[in-house]
Structure formats: structure tokens, C-alpha cells
């Protein structure tokens, strides 16, 4: 509790001083409580909004990674044949 070091002309004076500082309080602890409230909300918007971004994120690699992979056989694929007719048309010139 604040101690103000004041004095105070009567009984009523000093009340009506500690009630309106109780009011004060009251009310500063009440906006903040809306304050934390609205910070809330607005972290678990944000959070659902990173989360679909994460998912979304997650779904494209997985799909480039499935890409790479097909390439990477067809390349691998396209070496096995260019080699296979090289071998071929090496037989076919000494022949």
C-alpha cells in the first residue's frame, strides 16, 4: 500500500483520498487486464496465422523434395542411357 506522508483536515477528507486512490488502482489494474486480454488475442491469431504459414511451408518442401527426387532418377536415368549408347555406337564403329 502507498504511504502518501499526508495529512489530512478530518475523517472524510482522508476517505474520500483513499477511495480515490483505490479507484485509481482499480482502474489501472482493469485496463491492463484488458490490455493482457487484447495482447492475447492478438498472440493467438498471429500464432494460427504462423502455424498455416508453417504448414503450408512444410507441404511446398515436401513437394520440391519429391521433385528433386524425381529429377535426380530421370538425370540418373538419362546417364545410364547416354552411356549404354555411347557403349553401343563404340561397338558399332569398331565392328
Avoid at 1 to 28: C, H, I, P, V
Avoid at 29 to 37: F, G, I, Y
Avoid at 45 to 61: D, G, K, P, S, V
Wanted: proline residues 0%; charged residues 40%; hydrophobic residues 25%.
Amino acid at each position: 500500500m502507498e504511504d502518501s506522508g499526508k495529512t489530512f483536515g478530518s475523517e472524510e477528507e482522508e476517505t474520500n483520498y483513499w477511495k480515490d486512490l483505490a479507484m485509481t488502482y482499480k482502474q489501472r489494474a482493469e485496463n491492463t487486464q484488458e490490455e493482457l486480454r487484447e495482447f492475447q488475442e492478438g498472440s493467438r491469431e498471429y500464432e494460427a496465422e504462423l502455424e498455416t504459414q508453417l504448414q503450408q511451408i512444410e507441404t511446398r518442401n515436401r513437394d520440391l523434395l519429391s521433385e528433386n527426387n524425381r529429377l535426380r532418377l530421370e538425370l540418373e536415368t538419362i546417364k545410364v542411357r547416354g552411356h549404354r549408347h555411347r557403349l553401343s555406337v563404340c561397338l558399332w564403329l569398331r565392328s
